[in-house]
């Protein structure tokens, strides 16, 4: 009688596990759509500003990798020295680092990409985050471009430029 007991309990445990990681899934399917659609509108209705406090506008001439970080995430500081390492592979791209944080945490991460033309670092306004992008993990990547077969090309190029590897989380967007 006890061992049918703890056979019947161990199979519920079991299906109530399956159930939850089923659901788990699902639920984070759901946050992927979500960020994906309010991409597909981004960034144009975001308000942006370099440190110095002017307004930024996206350059026409090539695709953009949007880099939403914060410089408390060791997954984020993982990845900006990867891309620091790498940064002669991204001359084909405009990297532009997107941070809510204080101006001070902001200005400490651009230490590293002082010399390269290629990075902008700007701050954004938390409400804006959520707005136009959804719930997001830190670091996220988002590869815009104004031309579809550019945007396709971009996001060919970050894939074997190994964008898989270090920005786990990258989206595209137009």
């Known amino acids: 009688m006890v061992k ?7 199979i519920t445990i079991v299906f109530a596990l399956a159930l939850f990681m089923v659901y788990s899934i699902i639920e984070k399917q759901a946050a992927k759509r979500e960020v994906q659609t309010k991409i597909q509108s981004t960034p144009v209705n975001v308000s942006l500003f370099t440190l110095d406090s002017t307004r930024f506008s996206f350059p026409v001439a090539k695709p953009v990798v949007l880099v939403l970080f914060n410089s408390t995430c060791e997954h984020c500081q993982y990845e900006l020295s990867q891309i620091n390492e790498r940064i002669q592979d991204f001359n084909e791209l405009e990297l532009v680092f997107l941070s809510s944080e204080p101006l001070a945490a902001i200005k400490q991460a651009t230490q590293p990409f002082k010399s390269v033309s290629n990075a902008s670092f700007l ?16 670091p996220t990547n988002i590869v815009l ?5 550019e945007l396709e090309q971009a996001v060919r190029f970050c894939e074997q430029a190994g964008f898989g590897k270090f920005f786990p989380n990258y989206h595209k967007g137009i």
């Open 4 to 10: 049918k007991a703890l056979i019947t309990s161990a």
């Open 145 to 149: 471009s104004e031309q579809q077969d």
């Open 123 to 138: 701050k954004i306004n938390p409400e804006n985050v959520y707005e136009n992008f959804g719930t997001i993990k830190f």
